[in-house]
Structure formats: C-alpha cells, structure tokens
C-alpha cells in the first residue's frame, strides 16, 4: 500500500488564473430630493475608480482583567474618480452653478450622486473576453478636487479631474445598509444581469417593434432584490 500523500486543493489549474482591471461604461445619476436617481448620463473620459472602504476597526473591551471581546466600528465605503471630463449634471454635484450660457460659478452645494462603472475579469484561456463586474455606488457626494493647469511643451498632457467620495448608506431588504453592490457575470443569471443592465443605461426607441425608448436609470436595492430574486 502507497504511503504518498496527494492534495485535496489544487493550485494553478488551467482556467482558473484570474485577474481584474480596466474601468468602462461609466454613468451618472443625480440623485433627486426623495432619494431617487435621476435619468443616467454616460460618463466619458473615466480614467480610475479607486475603491477606499475604512472602518470596521476593533474596539477591544476588557473585563475581570482580561479582554472580553472585539467591538467592530461601523465600516464606511469611499472612492477617488478621475477622469478626464465629466457629465453635465455632475457640475452640481462638483459645486458648480451657471449664471448663463457658458459661465460658471463655484463654492455652490454639491449635490448627492449615484454611479456605476465595469471592470474586466479574466483568465488564462480567455483573456478580458472572459467576463466582467458591473459596480453601483449609491449616496455618493464629491470633495472639492485639485487641478493644475501646466505650460503645452513638447511632452504635453491633458489636465485631469479627481475627486474623492464619502457615501451615506441605504436599506437592503434583510441586509444592512449599504453603498456599494457588485455583480459578477460570470456567476450571475445572464438575463436577469441583462435586465438590470437594460435599466442602468437604457433602451433605444425601435420603431419596426413599436418599442419606446427607456431613460436609463438607477435602481435601489430592493428594486435589484425583486430582479435577481
């Protein structure tokens, strides 16, 4: 009888190296007074989404001389956005204002925003065809950002926006609140992934099917709960 050892896991199959990168398919929403999301602008010139949760630290708590336990802060999420331009409505959300056609003001209040963006998940056989992860940020709102404007030389670069991001949690039926959901397509129901997709950036007006165009929008959680549930 062998005495050889062989492992359960397995490391470095084929298929199963994976990676994440890129951001695409940005699109904003303003969010209006009732805590809806207005209709949903693309955001061109998206450059980096740098996901920054803090919080959750521990509290430790001491009794009889000893540690009796850990007390976990609240975890918040936050994000930087850079990007080479931005939509129309996120002026207000940047604390800008138009007097008139072409003139800005700023130092306004900034507005609250949601957004959501792609990633690109791939692997070792099919590369950034593999799949992707759709991400959503609710209750977002934009600090005042830094930028500088530099002499064209002979190396010239684009001035770019970046801002950071505090976010105010919302409700999730069963859940806690939350700012932050993701879906992964590689695991997900394709068409209820399509479903919400349809939504988020809307549907063109088809007259051969008498089909009227659909505004993209934001939808809640518990909205997104009904459609994968």
């Given at each position: 009888?062998?005495?050889?050892?062989?492992?359960?896991?397995?490391?470095?199959?084929?298929?199963?190296?994976?990676?994440?990168?890129?951001?695409?398919?940005g699109?904003?929403?303003?969010?209006?007074?009732?805590?809806?999301?207005?209709?949903?602008?693309?955001?061109?010139?998206?450059?980096?989404?740098?996901?920054?949760?803090?919080?959750?630290?521990?509290?430790?708590?001491?009794?009889?001389?000893?540690?009796?336990?850990?007390?976990?802060?609240?975890?918040?999420?936050?994000?930087?956005?850079?990007?080479?331009?931005?939509?129309?409505?996120?002026?207000?959300?940047?604390?800008?204002?138009?007097?008139?056609?072409?003139?800005?003001?700023?130092?306004?209040?900034?507005?609250?925003?949601?957004?959501?963006?792609?990633?690109?998940?791939?692997?070792?056989?099919?590369?950034?065809?593999?799949g992707?992860?759709?991400h959503?940020?609710?209750?977002?709102?934009?600090?005042?950002?830094?930028?500088?404007?530099?002499?064209?030389?002979?190396?010239?670069?684009?001035?770019?926006?970046?801002?950071?991001?505090?976010?105010?949690?919302?409700?999730?039926?069963?859940?806690?609140?939350?700012s932050?959901?993701?879906?992964?397509?590689?695991?997900?129901?394709?068409?209820?992934?399509?479903?919400?997709?349809?939504?988020?950036?809307?549907?063109?007006?088809?007259?051969?099917?008498?089909?009227?165009?659909?505004?993209?929008?934001?939808?809640?959680?518990?909205?997104?709960?009904?459609?994968?549930?």
């Amino acid at each position: 009888m062998s005495n050889e050892h062989v492992d359960l896991l397995k490391w470095d199959e084929i298929g199963k190296h994976f990676y994440e990168m890129g951001v695409r398919k940005g699109v904003f929403y303003l969010q209006n007074s009732d805590g809806s999301y207005g209709d949903g602008e693309a955001w061109n010139g998206l450059s980096t989404v740098t996901q920054s949760p803090s919080g959750a630290e521990a509290n430790k708590i001491y009794a009889d001389d000893i540690q009796y336990l850990n007390v976990y802060s609240k975890e918040e999420f936050g994000a930087t956005i850079e990007a080479y331009t931005y939509p129309d409505g996120f002026a207000q959300c940047n604390g800008e204002a138009s007097l008139a056609a072409g003139v800005v003001i700023g130092q306004q209040a900034r507005k609250s925003f949601g957004f959501c963006y792609r990633s690109i998940i791939g692997n070792d056989v099919a590369g950034e065809d593999y799949g992707y992860k759709l991400h959503i940020i609710y209750g977002a709102k934009a600090s005042p950002s830094e930028r500088s404007h530099a002499s064209v030389n002979d190396s010239p670069e684009p001035s770019p926006f970046s801002w950071e991001i505090t976010t105010t949690p919302i409700e999730v039926p069963g859940h806690q609140p939350t700012s932050y959901i993701s879906f992964d397509s590689t695991k997900t129901d394709p068409e209820k992934l399509a479903v919400l997709e349809a939504i988020l950036y809307g549907t063109a007006a088809d007259a051969t099917n008498n089909v009227a165009e659909v505004k993209a929008r934001l939808p809640l959680p518990e909205e997104i709960a009904q459609i994968f549930g």
